[in-house]
């Protein structure tokens, strides 16, 4: 079996924010490697994750389906999901799934900071 | 001191380094464009439907579609996965399922697609057998398609919020094929009805696909459809009760029962 095309790495810029560098693929297959990468960026005191997709080369609709799934498990941690780093197409297919509603999009790392107050 | 240009000379060397920032642009792959572009479906903020032969085509047209975060219910993931022989590609078998998708369909349910078969954007429109001689007028949104699979994701109204993913591929020496349901009851009636038979009618449905797919892709009689059911969250999302205003099986019902009316209404005009 192929490894994986995808890499996630956590910083944690504040006690409580933490941001997930994705480089690569985003499909069904990466779900271990995201669900690492979430248990590794949630602490007992993290109230925020941010997603930053500046390296997505690709991602299908397993992908989609895997980023609902890591919503659930935010929110029932009592945490926000936020992204940045979009491109105009992967920014469309958030509009499009209408995912944009749970996850809230920024322009850039810093104005998804400046809200989380870090 | 000032510096004389020929401008001969001057126009010669911008050509040069002109044709030399073509040549680069030549030799460099397009600006990252993502090999996913034009499997998904351009954005839509409501569905427009073309009336289809066979179909009744109502409780599409001008819906928004509605994925797991917008729905009511328990959140699900249903699995359900059939081994066809080794010889057939995923590829091939995607092809066919698409090419051939209403025909695997269970008997009294229709799905009227595009003539091309299932690319993204397209709307098809469906009646769904929900008892009583009653058809659940409905549709789905081709949302993804690539050679390897595809996804369909239901406007507001269905009974579930969320989206059905087609695939196939390479399983122990064989081919597997799956449909992998993410989703929600779209509102409070429709939870009650997955509750109370909906979920197991479901798992029949598909099990039923899948065995009529994997027939055509020459599995054998004994091929056995496995089913995994994950809940994803048990939580009910009350803020989003309020769909039931669009819930379609309700409009259903009184579209089958006005339906003699409207016929007795449009003979009088025309006599």
Known sequence: MD????????????????????KGEVTA????????????????????????FAGLEYM??????????????????????????????????????????????????????????? | MTEAVDPERATSAEQIELSVREAAAAMTPPASVPKDVGRWAAKVDRLDVQQRDGVRGTNVAGRRLTGPVQGFGKMWQKTYRLTVPADITPQQAIA???AHFPEFWPAGNRFAG???????????????AIGGGVKLSTGVFVLYADEESFTLMTPQGH????????????????????????????????????TFGGHRKEDVF???????????????????V????????????????GNVWHNSMIRSVFQTVAAPLRALRRARRTS
Not at chain 1, 37 to 50: D, H, M, N
Not at chain 2, 207 to 219: D, F, V
Request: with cysteine; glycine share 8%; hydrophobic share 45%.
């Open chain 1, 3 to 22: 490894g994986p095309v995808v890499t996630m790495q956590v910083r944690h810029v504040a006690d409580a924010v933490a941001v997930v560098d994705i």
């Open chain 2, 114 to 128: 595009a003539l091309t078969g299932i690319s993204p954007g397209d709307v098809a429109l469906l009646d769904l």
């Open chain 2, 206 to 224: 598909w099990a039923q696909t899948l065995t009529a797919l994997g027939a055509r892709l020459g599995a054998g009689p004994d091929a056995e």
């Open chain 1, 29 to 52: 297959g990466c779900e271990p490697v995201l669900m690492s990468a979430y248990e590794e960026a949630s602490g007992p005191g993290t109230s925020r994750l941010v997603l930053n």
């Open chain 2, 159 to 194: 009974m579930f919020a969320g989206w059905i993913t087609f695939s196939a591929e390479r399983d122990a020496g064989a081919t597997a094929v799956q449909a992998q349901v993410l989703m929600r009851a779209n509102d409070p009636l429709y939870e009650l009805g997955m």
């Open chain 2, 226 to 241: 496995s089913t995994r059911t994950v809940c994803v969250d048990s939580r009910r999302q009350w803020h989003h009760a």
């Open chain 1, 60 to 118: 299908n609709s397993g992908g989609i389906g895997m980023l609902v799934t890591l919503l659930v498990r935010a929110n029932r941690q009592r945490q926000q999901l936020a992204a940045f780093g979009l491109s105009e197409h992967y920014r469309e297919i958030f509009e499009l799934t209408r995912l944009d509603e749970a996850i809230t999009i920024y322009e850039d790392e810093a104005s998804a900071l400046s809200v989380a107050g870090a």
């Open chain 2, 96 to 98: 066919t399922w698409k």
